[in-house]
């Protein structure tokens, strides 16, 4: 039983470490990675090229554009520094044309679950708006709103609260 766990272990990383050396999502541009755990019909639990980190993945996107944007308590407005970061997603999406993204509406754990889930949804919206008037097709991006339900940083402070109201851009 241990040299079977063992063996999967090694296909596993063997895997990974061949995903990589590609440089880039899967060609047909559906690979999923962790983000949802869907695969990417490889049978390899939810890992993808876009998921481990080369050009076009969550992590190229987080370090040359930045994957999130802040707003002020109550409010779905862009600020300046918003679309300045929307503005490097927007040429990021240009760069990689078969990637998707999903922008996810999220709030401080202020208010009522209801109330926060409709900001969020309304923070996503305004990404999602943003980023199509800078050219990027609506049809890929998809938003949802997680409301209070997955803070950023955990904690009862201005500071907390403050990161904690975004909307974060997810490659799919």
């Known amino acids: 039983m241990t040299v079977n766990k063992n063996w999967t272990r090694l296909a596993a990383v063997t895997l990974m470490g061949l995903l990589a050396a590609c440089g880039g999502p899967d060609n047909n541009g559906a690979g999923t990675g962790a983000s949802n755990g869907a695969g990417n019909g490889m049978g390899n639990g939810g890992i993808s090229a ?4 080369g050009p076009g993945s969550q992590s190229d996107l987080a370090a040359t554009a930045g994957d999130r944007v802040y707003f002020p308590l109550n409010q779905n407005d862009l600020t300046a520094d918003a679309r300045a970061t929307l503005n490097k997603q927007a040429a990021w999406l240009a760069k990689y044309p078969q990637v998707n993204v999903q922008i996810a ?33 609506e049809n890929r991006m998809s938003t949802i709103s997680y409301g209070k339900d997955r803070p950023a ?7 907390a609260w403050a990161q904690d109201r975004n909307a974060i851009t997810n490659v799919e």
Do not use: F, K, W
């Open 50 to 53: 876009s998921s481990m980190g």
């Open 105 to 137: 509406g999220n709030c401080d754990d202020r208010g009522t679950e209801e109330y926060n889930i409709a900001l969020g949804q309304r923070r996503a919206n305004a990404v999602r708006d943003y980023l199509e008037a800078q050219g990027v097709p």
């Open 153 to 159: 940083v955990d904690g009862d402070t201005e500071s």
